[in-house]
């Protein structure tokens, strides 16, 4: 129940019982492996702690803690990703105790890394495939809907879960009452088009309860299992409702703006190479200008300057604005590699220090889109009842956008990220971002992916 209170933890609770049960299992073997051999317990330094809590985000940026890993051909697959994850952990801290004139490096690196480091990895793998097979086990269970209500809602809903990918059936029953004709132990709950049948179904409901059956009206089960909300399914009266109001207290307010200065601040100095290098490519490859600066709406559709590295040719828009497309001939050769990884937005970094953006937040757009789609989607303007982001929940959970539809299901993101902004969702989303950089995906518009 309480994972439910929490939507987008719901659906990582594999990925929370990977971090524990690893965690756990490692200090518990390795404990016992170091007291046979040393015949007592080691003093555990803030390095073999950091080591442990790197590797796990390592991990889950190479993707370590997802996909069916019972299956032999998706087991070779983790292994090589545990091996990339090691060679990569190794290099990390050789170069960062060398960068720190740590003596006696090779030492180090015989006596406490390497054995460190690829204990570790061997736990991991085997503690990783053994969840995976309790997870295999479990799923097999539970994990069908009954929905009550119009058979439009009910197609719309398959529709959006297969949009979202997620691996649940939704059964359509005629009436409510048919319901306790089925076995209720091999579903996991009711979805229910009108909450309001249940007022004249007192046994039913009555039943469904002894049963320990969950029962959900549409906003709520596009909360927790969608963890978006498609404007087609919701309501006015879900939006104005207490159970949407966004959460902007204002302590999460003050430490969200705190973290973006620090943050910002961190990026813009380790990112500086990079992005200085990158000015001189554009320049070389056309001689046009570095900086490309465009209009969006910020908070409250309030317009602002935002400044990117510009990846296309120079008066690629002359006829007026359009939205980049798959294989876009506008792009530059090094504008592919920028987009690919996100360079060319490290310059919006100054506008999060201004206070104009966030780190993270639903993605400014342009106010001649804007018109557009504010015309052709409900509640399109609800987005920016939060200050606009670098990255945000739609970002990191779907592909570049370049229609409306694809505006629209961006926008079911933006409105479960409105209602359920914390610190820790935005922790989640600022990861999920590397992890999106680090495999070089979102980047390419949906239309025609490969």
């Not at 719901?10 to 965690?23: P, W």
């Not at 309860?209 to 029962?215: A, C, E, M, S, T």
């Not at 530059?332 to 996100?342: D, L």
Request: with cysteine; hydrophobic share 45%.
């Amino acid at each position: 129940m309480f994972l439910r209170s929490i939507p987008w933890l719901n659906s990582r609770k594999r990925t929370l019982i990977a971090y524990f049960f690893e965690v756990f299992s490692f200090i518990i073997i390795y404990l016992f492996i170091y007291k046979l051999r040393f015949s007592e317990l080691p003093a555990y330094s803030i390095y073999q702690i950091f080591l442990l809590h790197f590797w796990i985000l390592i991990s889950y940026v190479f993707g370590r803690y997802s996909g069916e890993i019972y299956v032999k051909k998706n087991l070779v697959i983790y292994i090589a990703k545990t091996l990339l994850v090691l060679i990569f952990s190794i290099s990390f801290f050789l170069t960062f105790i060398w960068a720190f004139g740590a003596q006696n490096v090779s030492f180090i690196f015989r006596s406490f890394l390497v054995p460190f480091l690829f204990t570790y990895a061997l736990i991991s793998i085997f503690v990783q495939i053994f969840i995976a097979f309790l997870v295999k086990v479990k799923s097999k269970d539970r994990n069908k809907f009954c929905f009550v209500g119009s058979k439009r809602v009910w197609e719309q809903l398959k529709a959006e879960k297969n949009i979202s990918k997620i691996d649940l059936d939704i059964i359509f029953i005629g009436s409510i009452e048919e319901i306790l004709d089925f076995d209720l132990s091999l579903f996991s709950g009711l979805v229910i088009e009108d909450i309001n049948i249940l007022n004249n179904n007192y046994y039913t409901f009555r039943k469904l309860q002894d049963n320990d059956f969950l029962i959900l009206n549409i906003f709520e089960w596009c909360e927790i299992y969608l963890q978006r909300f498609p404007t087609n399914l919701i309501t006015f009266s879900n939006l104005i409702s207490n159970k949407f109001k966004a959460k902007k207290t204002s302590i999460y307010l003050r430490v969200k703006r705190v973290s973006d200065l620090f943050v910002s601040v961190f990026l813009i100095l380790i990112s500086s190479p990079i992005v200085f290098l990158s000015c001189v490519l554009i320049k070389a490859e056309d001689g046009g200008p570095i900086l490309y600066k465009q209009i969006r709406n910020g908070y409250g559709e309030r317009k602002f300057n935002i400044y990117k590295l510009r990846t296309m040719l120079e008066n690629s828009e002359i006829s007026g604005p359009q939205w980049s497309q798959n294989n876009d001939r506008r792009i530059t050769n090094i504008g592919r590699i920028m987009r690919v990884t996100r360079i060319d937005e490290l310059p919006q970094l100054f506008s999060v220090l201004s206070g104009k953006m966030s780190l993270i937040g639903p993605r400014p757009e342009r106010p001649e889109f804007d018109v557009k789609l504010e015309k052709e989607i409900n509640f399109y303007k609800k987005r920016y009842d939060f200050k606009p982001g670098l990255s945000g929940w739609a970002q990191v959970n779907y592909p570049y956008g370049a229609s409306i539809e694809d505006s629209a299901n961006k926008l079911s993101y933006d409105l479960f990220y409105v209602k359920n902004a914390s610190i820790w969702l935005d922790l989640l989303i600022f990861f999920k971002t590397i992890k999106l950089i680090f495999n070089a995906k979102g980047s390419r518009p949906l239309q025609n992916r490969d």
